[in-house]
């Protein structure tokens, strides 16, 4: 544990409470999409296999039942509420997610952590996490109007991933000096992803600007 990661967490769960209040109050998850957040939990349940294979700390075990229960909740509310569910905007949210899903098991079964089932898995998660926000940003792309709360759930899990990245890097420095490929390469993947967002995003923060995307 230390300072990034720390920050890192935290954010996360604020993007993922963001987006949960989102829907929540408004009834509306209009300008999300449903494989992001489908995604999330599947990707969460099995990157933390750990929790049953192995016990870390009771920090790591609470926070990442909170991670499941929250992305659980707001897929729950996107496809099965029956007000919510209406207001998903199936037309916009055009990205071909099945492509996504077959790269990352080839990719997961050719460059596995290990030859086990349950680090191909692991290395599906991370893979899959690294792009997963492809068919949110496409999404947000072709939308006229970007919600304040959407766009600040988007910039949050920006911000937890480039924490994540400082936090790897402070660990090479102060522990074990250990390359950690998989991760590292996709979290600079991900991270790079949310680059050209970022910059618009600050941007329209700057000039007080409604937050908008080129096409």
């Given at each position: 544990?230390?300072?990034?990661?720390?920050?890192?967490?935290?954010?996360?769960?604020?993007?993922?409470?963001?987006?949960?209040?989102?829907?929540?109050?408004?009834?509306?998850?209009?300008?999300?999409?449903?494989?992001?957040?489908?995604?999330?939990?599947?990707?969460?349940?099995?990157?933390?296999?750990?929790?049953?294979v192995k016990y870390y700390s009771l920090y790591n075990t609470l926070f990442k039942l909170i991670f499941i229960a929250t992305s659980f909740a707001t897929a729950w509310y996107m496809r099965y509420h029956k007000v919510v569910k209406h207001t998903y905007n199936k037309?916009?949210?055009?990205?071909?997610?099945?492509?996504?899903?077959?790269?990352?098991?080839?990719?997961?079964?050719?460059?596995?952590?290990?030859?086990?089932?349950?680090?191909?898995?692991?290395?599906?998660?991370?893979?899959?996490?690294?792009?997963?926000?492809?068919?949110?940003?496409?999404?947000?792309?072709?939308?006229?109007?970007?919600?304040?709360?959407?766009?600040?759930?988007?910039?949050?899990?920006?911000?937890?991933?480039?924490?994540?990245?400082?936090?790897?890097?402070?660990?090479?420095?102060?522990?074990?000096?250990?390359?950690?490929?998989?991760?590292?390469?996709?979290?600079?993947?991900?991270?790079?992803?949310?680059?050209?967002?970022?910059?618009?995003?600050?941007?329209?923060?700057?000039?007080?600007?409604?937050?908008?995307?080129?096409?």
């Amino acid at each position: 544990m230390n300072l990034f990661r720390l920050a890192g967490d935290m954010t996360h769960l604020l993007g993922i409470l963001v987006l949960f209040l989102k829907i929540h109050t408004t009834k509306s998850c209009a300008g999300t999409s449903t494989f992001k957040r489908s995604n999330n939990s599947n990707q969460l349940c099995q990157g933390y296999m750990d929790l049953i294979v192995k016990y870390y700390s009771l920090y790591n075990t609470l926070f990442k039942l909170i991670f499941i229960a929250t992305s659980f909740a707001t897929a729950w509310y996107m496809r099965y509420h029956k007000v919510v569910k209406h207001t998903y905007n199936k037309d916009q949210d055009t990205f071909r997610h099945y492509y996504l899903i077959l790269v990352c098991l080839v990719l997961a079964l050719l460059i596995p952590h290990g030859f086990t089932v349950l680090q191909v898995l692991w290395t599906f998660s991370i893979y899959l996490e690294a792009v997963a926000i492809l068919p949110q940003l496409v999404l947000l792309q072709s939308s006229k109007n970007i919600d304040n709360l959407t766009g600040n759930y988007v910039f949050l899990l920006g911000t937890y991933r480039a924490l994540y990245l400082l936090s790897w890097i402070y660990r090479f420095f102060t522990e074990l000096h250990r390359i950690r490929w998989i991760p590292w390469v996709s979290g600079l993947v991900q991270t790079a992803l949310y680059a050209d967002f970022f910059y618009y995003y600050i941007k329209s923060w700057k000039k007080h600007e409604e937050l908008k995307l080129p096409a």
